[in-house]
């Protein structure tokens, strides 16, 4: 017989095991590409300006008050509405205090090829300066 039962399985793990490390490792390289930047409200200030400032609360809490400059996108709007935002600038996205939400947009953002992605951390319940 040419292939036996040992010979057989001696020859497909390795195999196995070489392609799933070789998964994981891709896959973990681009988990790693996709962080997003958390900035404390000062650092945001002073540097939202070089980008697009996305607030993606609902319509009526943006209509109530909002971050000067700032467009809204609702939690899904954010995505479907790709074609609005450009590529080529950072995005600067912010919420409530609902961390998961803007997380959740951020890496959205960043697998469709927007990079770098700023989080303004506390969200604008932590923002000391003048809202509009």
Known sequence: MFLTETSFSSFIWPIVIGISLGLLIAFRRNSASLKLTYLEAEDFRNNMRKGQLIDIREKDAFNQERINGARNFPNREAVTNLHLLRKD??????????????RKVGKKLMKKGFSPVYVLVGGLDKWPYPKK
């Open 89 to 102: 600038q950072p995005v600067f996205i912010y919420s409530d205090s609902d961390f998961g939400k803007v």
